[in-house]
């Protein structure tokens, strides 16, 4: 299996495919660029930490360098608190995804709708549910982008499958990318 195809060979991922970025600064980049970034957090970013370090830190050190709100799922949002950050939202992970298809939505202040969502920490067949509805419903325009440690194939972009510690590598070169603004 190369890295360019599902976790999963069983999922039928349609036409329109994610396009594999294997460079993080790629996403820094984007993020920089944004103008309505948002994170999107799910409970395998909770797991233990790596030889990298731990992808709730990590996180957190993006969204702060890059003022981004961070919406985390309820059984995540406690490692987040521990740390001494406020998510700016906790939802569950189908009403993300309701929030995220309604174009009137907004988590900012603007009230503008993200144009661009980081995806992190989903179990695979509920990042892969969760994005194949944004990618058919969500309003025109805004990147899904899926920096999980496996390949997303609904978003915009996605990193390809990669071992833990290569995971946490790339993490990190995003925050330190999206740091040095």
């Known amino acids: 299996m190369t890295d360019e ?3 999963q060979r069983y999922e039928v991922p349609g036409s329109t495919q994610s396009t594999v970025v294997t460079k993080p600064a790629v996403i820094a980049a984007l993020l920089k660029k ?16 790596g030889v990298a370090g731990n992808p709730v830190d990590t996180i957190i050190r993006i969204a702060d360098a890059g003022k981004i709100p961070v919406i985390t799922t ?24 309701s929030r995220l ?14 144009d661009l969502v980081l995806f992190i920490g989903f179990p695979y067949s509920m990042g892969w549910l969760l994005q194949s509805g944004l990618k058919s419903f969500a309003p025109k325009g805004i990147r899904f982008i899926s ?12 990193f390809p499958n990669q071992s833990r510690d290569e995971w946490l590598t ?9 740091g040095c603004a």
């Open 5 to 7: 195809v599902p976790w």
């Open 34 to 49: 944004a103008i309505n970034p948002l994170i999107v957090v799910a409970h395998h970013a909770g797991a233990p930490a």
């Open 74 to 97: 309820p059984s995540t949002a406690q490692a987040f608190r521990k740390r001494g950050f406020t998510p700016t939202a906790t939802l569950s992970m189908m009403e993300i995804g």
């Open 101 to 114: 298809n309604d174009p009137e939505w907004s988590i900012s202040d603007d009230h503008q709708h993200p």
């Open 147 to 158: 920096i999980d440690q496996r390949y997303q194939p609904h978003c915009t972009l996605s």
């Open 170 to 178: 790339n993490l990190n070169a995003i925050a330190d990318e999206v």
